[in-house]
């Protein structure tokens, strides 16, 4: 039993007390338990002192008299067991010395887990969860609701300290933060102004709304927590196993505890102990000095003591009354003396009842002529053991140790197994709000890990949960969308089905392949006349189906590329083109050779000629497949997606597989059309009723220009871009070709038939003032 307030008894103390006094009674009478065996006690008070508790520890080891350590003054009524104490500090000071002996202890009150180590204390039992395991099941609560911003309020004793050093080692492994810890007097004795108003200022400012008690509750923890509530600062109170709680019970009191969540261990109504308590009086407790001073505490009821009466009236200043003997002790207010459930009275109750059943089996298993006289040491091994060994088991089998959840409800009943009806009525307790989904956390300088800030997550990261404290990185081929999510990365390229440019382009290109297809009718129609016989047939209709071809060759660049379309789009156009251009080149030579053989003596004679044109045509445009198919051989080009051009997006594109073989590829193209126009420029001046080398040079200038900017413009743009500028390049060369060359003679052959003639075409023009005829 313990004592406060200047050295008055106090009524829940004393109720544990009554409870292990009536355990024994009701054990003493049952049949079926120690038959012809009487248990005795011997209650003591520790007043929650070191020094005290080893005291009285010694006292009963050595009986009446004289403390005598590691000696027994006692004949008879040898101690068995020790049942106690309530606080850790006490409990470990006494079975420091029973362990010497091997006594038995149980604890019905003390959860430090330093006592749970059976290397060190094997005799010691607790009736309660020890702190970490109590502790750990608050940080999982804890953890449950999100309550990660918490403050302590810890008795200013080694039970407090201990319980909130654990709190914090088992919170900083669930990333729970510590925002403040309030120490608290446990008695009257001290008056610290200063410390208390420090406290309730640290208690105004802080923000987190859960808190958590560790040790023992006083009143002055009850009071302060009161004018917190008054003030306008009301929390939500976690409050572990064995904190005094029968404190909450005080009517006055209530409102303090609301929505607070008490951890208490298994307690099973127990009507007969219950009445008992109720029916406690002077009337059947006659010589209790220690009743005598509650009821004049509480009631003023005078003592039969003539010293404490006198020090009542006296030096406390109270006015006494001739109380009736037959005043119960509940009269005193069921906020002082609250019999409705057990807390600690229970594990009392229930410590007592361990011990009787362990010694009980004891017993039964007690070696025969067993006798213990006079020294401690001959109790040894044998009785000693036996009692630990039964006592072991007891606690093994037990079922009534476990922990059960109470909720506070506003009226101020904790009720078992009670919960939370709506999500609205969970308070928040977070030293920041969690970041959304999208953002990521980054801790404060100089702050708690749990007080932080919320950076939107970097372009290409996601975080799809609340409160993360990283980004994640999509995979390569995606990108967030707007929900939050990696999804797959748009992908550019020509379409056919969404993108308006390629339906132009596909007109244009249709419409020009219609149109040099009328041309080539055309040309096919009037193949007799003069006009088309001069410009030679064969390369005529070469030409404009080499120009043809290279229209449809656009379509190889657009769509979605393919390793056909791929390998097919640079090759096909080089080969056709190269036909292009060896046919414009050796119509150029044959222009420039044909009037050149008409000098006397002249060698160009042996270039004119059919056989001639066409050697040269495919000599040209071979060269041209065999440059395609080495790069076709050694590094041919593929599909590629191109993932680093935009963030968000790939660019389906081919890559060229060798840039080298790209390169030769459309410079050969560009040498063919460089020396067609240098043989054109040439022959620009030459007597032509058609102006034939001059329409040749105009047409090579355009595609010579084109290429020439195509160079540039190709290399600074990227993705879809550098497609178009070489659709645009083939479209401009062929148009140009097309219209510098067959343009003209489709004029004369529509519009100006009277020049489609053979003596226009001889007539020559004026050289020195003559007119030159053949």
Known sequence: MHTENQGNPVPSFYKYVLAFMFAIDEINKNPYILPNVTLGYHVTDSCNNKNKAIENVLQILSGPGDIVPNYSCLSNGKLVGV?????????LQIIEHLNIYGFTQISYGATNPVLSNKQMYPSYFQTLPSDQTQYLAIVKLLKHFDWTWIGILASDDDGGYTQSQELMKQAEVYDICIEFILKMKTDDFTNEENSNEKNRRMFQKSTSNIIVLCGTISFLTVQFIEEQRISGKVKTLIIPVGSNIEILSSVKHKASWDRSLIFSSSSIKIPQLKTFLEDISLENRPNDPILEHILLVYLSCKPSNPILKMLAENYYGHKLNNCNRTIKLQNIGSHNYYTETFSTTYHVYTAVYAMAHALHEGL??????????????????????????????????????????????????YVPGASMSSKSMIPVSKCTEDCPPGYRRILMNGSHKCCFECLKCSDGDISNETDKRSCIRCPRDQWPNDNNQCAPKETEFLSYIDDTITLIITVIVIFLFLKTSFILGIFTLFRDTPVVKASNQTLCFLLLVSIMLSFLCIFLFLGCPTRLTCMLRQTLFGI????????????????????KATKPGSNCRKFIGVKITNCLVFVCSFTQVVLCIIWLSTAPPFPDNNFDLYENKIILQCNEGSIVAFSLNLGYIGILAVVSFLVAFLARNLPDS???????????????????????????????????VEIFAILSSSVGILACIFYPKCYIIILRPDLNSKDNLLKKPKYGGENLTT
């Open 83 to 91: 049942v106690g104490d309530q606080s850790s500090k006490t409990s």
């Open 364 to 413: 039964l298993h007690m070696p025969r002529n067993f006798n213990c006289k006079y020294m401690l040491q001959k109790c040894g091994s044998i009785w000693i053991n036996l009692l630990l060994h039964h006592v072991v088991s007891t606690f093994s089998n037990s079922k009534n140790m476990g922990i059960v959840l109470k909720i506070v409800q506003q009226e101020g009943a």
């Open 576 to 595: 056709i083109f190269s036909v292009a251009m060896s046919s414009i080149l050796a119509k150029t030579i044959m222009v420039y050779s044909a009037f």
């Open 690 to 724: 058609f102006n034939e080398a001059k329409y040749i040079t105009f047409s090579m200038l355009v595609v010579c220009s084109v290429w020439v900017a195509f160079i540039p413009a190709y290399l600074s743009v990227t993705g879809k871009s550098s497609v178009l």
